[in-house]
């Protein structure tokens, strides 16, 4: 299972941490992406890391301003958002996948587990 959590409200201009906690999975093991939906819009993938940890990406829209990291440790994967804007409202979800392809990174479609979700929400 996949737990995310850490949304919130906050002011544009600010920031959070959302967390990705696995539990009976060795993440380090997995792609796993943050994707976020707003209302009425697609699932849209913000930023992930293929099986091997060796290729990370980031959406042109969340560029330079969300960072996603992993503490294997810990088993989990966070993604900070900095300068946040009302367009970044949505909710946010957290899934993984242990076969999936790094052309496929950004596919909602190939990843077999999912976190619940969790909302940010960014007034102006």
């Known amino acids: 299972q996949l737990q995310a959590s850490g949304g919130g409200l906050v002011q544009a201009g600010g920031s959070l941490r959302l967390s990705c906690v696995a539990s009976g999975r060795t993440l380090s093991r997995y792609a796993v992406a943050w994707f976020r939906q707003a209302p009425g819009k697609e699932r849209e993938y913000v930023a992930g890391?293929?099986?091997?940890?060796?290729?990370?990406y980031h959406a042109d829209s969340v560029k330079g301003r969300f960072t996603i990291s992993r503490d294997n440790a810990k088993n989990t994967v966070y993604l900070q958002m900095n300068s946040l804007k009302p367009e970044d409202t949505a909710v946010y979800y957290c899934a993984a996948d242990s076969s999936i392809i790094t052309l496929s990174l950004r596919d909602p479609v190939q990843y077999d587990y999912w976190g619940q979700g969790t909302q940010v929400t960014v007034s102006s």
């Open positions: 890391y293929s099986r091997t940890g060796g290729y990370t």
